[in-house]
């Protein structure tokens, strides 16, 4: 069974910074682009970041967070992090790690096939 476990997410003030994690289990995925996606209240989901599997490790970002956020992976622990630093207000959202096997488009949920359950950020003013 494929699971995507997000962990790290919190309260943080504005400025400050967390990492998130997202593991992997059920499959080895080497071959899968591995993105971030958020969604606040009353908001649709919205893509944030995506690295690829592969030994090239590309990297892409929504332009909100450039600067500010990293992606990386650790394949032998089949996992997959958010750094964000200079946190925001509105960067609070429920945040959910996804994989895809061709991603394309990477802001595009639909791209993805597994998806975790999500990890809470919220950034106090």
């Known amino acids: 069974q494929v699971q995507l476990v997000e962990s790290g997410g919190g309260l943080v003030q504005a400025g400050g910074s967390l990492r998130l994690s997202c593991a992997a289990s059920?499959?080895?995925?080497?071959?899968?682009?591995m993105g971030w996606f958020r969604q606040a209240p009353g908001k649709e989901r919205e893509f944030v970041a995506l690295?690829?599997?592969?030994?090239?490790?590309?990297?892409y970002y929504t332009d909100s967070v450039k600067g500010r956020f990293t992606i990386s992976r650790d394949g032998a622990k089949n996992t997959v992090y958010l750094q964000m630093n200079s946190l925001k207000p509105e960067d609070t959202a429920v945040y959910y790690c996804?994989?895809?096997?061709?991603?394309?488009?990477?802001?595009?949920?639909?791209?993805?096939?597994?998806w975790g359950r999500g990890t809470q950020v919220t950034v106090s003013s």
């Open positions: 059920g499959r080895t995925f080497s071959s899968y682009a």
């Open positions: 690295i690829s599997w592969s030994s090239g490790d590309n990297t």
């Open positions: 996804a994989a895809g096997r061709w991603v394309t488009r990477p802001d595009k949920p639909d791209e993805y096939i597994y």
